[in-house]
């Protein structure tokens, strides 16, 4: 099945440093979401981005298709963006499948 | 915005027992879906449904395991005898159609006793 790796597997950052995180997949894929999962535990879509790239607010996603990557940007960070990002994909016929996660840890 | 929700949001079950897990995904959705997060993994594939049948399981998802949409609004996740190793965050995930962004549950928390 479809392989997908992110890094790196852990952050540390101060508040207000930016972040790229990545997301890089075996195959070709028409499904690529991030997800942040906040330390409650809830899922959150962060974007849905097969290709092409997309901003809201301090967030920002781009995903190359061609070159089987994507990349979610975090600027101005906050500590409220702590917690673990994940990237999961889909090709056709088959489940979404996550990464193993990114852990984000944003001290003040 | 739609939401998807699951209930209850923890539970504590005896080894051997039955547990049933609902969820009530958004309403215009036609793809449901179950995945499981052991604690501090990452989150894994179990069941996708659609037009009332199973399209796809893992091999997590073994005769332990069932699921039904006992009417119109509601999908369950049924473990019938339940291990130690059944304890995890059980999310439920729904989407309009097969290739569209899910929304995930805020999930069911699992322990088994």
């Known amino acids: 099945g479809i392989q997908v790796e992110q890094s790196p597997p852990d952050l540390i950052l101060q508040e207000g440093a930016n972040s790229t995180l990545r997301c890089n997949f075996s195959?070709?894929?028409?499904?690529l979401q991030w997800f942040h999962q906040n330390p409650w535990g809830q899922l959150i879509n962060l974007f849905y981005?097969?290709?092409g790239t997309k901003q809201n607010g301090r967030l920002s996603a781009t995903t190359v298709a061609t070159e089987r990557y994507s990349l979610l940007y975090i600027s101005s960070s906050q500590t409220t963006d702590s917690g673990v990002y994940f990237c999961?994909?889909?090709?056709?016929?088959?489940?979404?499948?996550f990464g193993k996660g990114t852990t984000l840890s944003v001290s003040s | 915005e739609p939401e998807v929700t699951q209930t209850p949001s923890h539970q504590v079950t005896q080894m051997g027992q039955e547990v049933i897990l609902r969820c009530v995904p958004i309403?215009?959705?036609?793809?449901f879906y179950w995945y499981r997060q052991i604690l501090g993994q990452k989150v894994e594939f179990l069941v996708s449904?659609?037009?009332?049948?199973?399209?796809?399981k893992s091999e997590i998802f073994d005769d332990q395991f069932s699921v039904e949409r006992p009417d119109g609004s509601n999908f369950t996740l049924k473990i019938r005898s339940t291990k130690l190793e059944d304890s995890a965050m059980y999310f439920c995930?729904?989407?309009?159609?097969?290739?569209?962004?899910?929304?995930f549950g805020s999930g069911t928390r699992l322990t088994v006793v």
């Open positions: 309403s215009n959705h036609l793809y």
């Open positions: 995930a729904s989407s309009e159609e097969s290739m569209t962004g899910y929304t």
């Open positions: 195959d070709s894929v028409n499904n």
């Open positions: 981005i097969p290709s």
């Open positions: 449904f659609y037009n009332n049948e199973i399209s796809e």
């Open positions: 999961a994909v889909q090709r056709t016929g088959t489940a979404l499948i």
